[in-house]
């Protein structure tokens, strides 16, 4: 009896623990993941802040200048929201398809205008 109820009671009590072991390995991978996540964007944090205070300080940029730029790309695909999402863009003069990330065309140069990318 006493064997049985061993049994027993380790059979009712892995099946929850194997679910709670799962579900800690999984939070674990997803804290990994996010640490990973959270080192790079730091990194390109530090570079994207090193590539500005170069093209202030060597090409005279403006902070200004560069907020300007952020809001003209961000209004590309038609919604200020302070990111970019990509959109297909048709070209006015070659009919090909360019993506709303780039201000001209990515086959015949001719600059997009804002009504267009919007
Ligand atoms: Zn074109």
């Known amino acids: 009896m006493l064997g049985m109820g061993g049994i027993w009671y380790a059979g009712s009590g892995s099946a929850p623990n194997t679910a709670d072991t799962q579900a800690r ?38 902070d200004r200048q560069l907020e300007e730029k952020a809001l003209e790309i961000d209004l590309r695909d038609g919604v200020q ?30 600059e997009f205008e804002k009504p267009i990318m919007g």
């Open 81 to 110: 929201d302070g990111r970019m999402t990509a959109m297909a863009v048709e070209c006015p003069v070659c009919h090909r398809v360019s993506s709303s990330r780039h201000s001209r065309c990515l086959y015949c140069d001719v």
């Open 25 to 62: 390995s999984q939070t674990a991978s997803l804290e990994q993941r996010m640490r990973v996540l959270e080192q790079t964007i730091g990194r390109l944090q530090l570079l994207n802040q090193a590539l500005w205070e170069l093209l202030r300080e060597r090409a005279k940029l403006t």
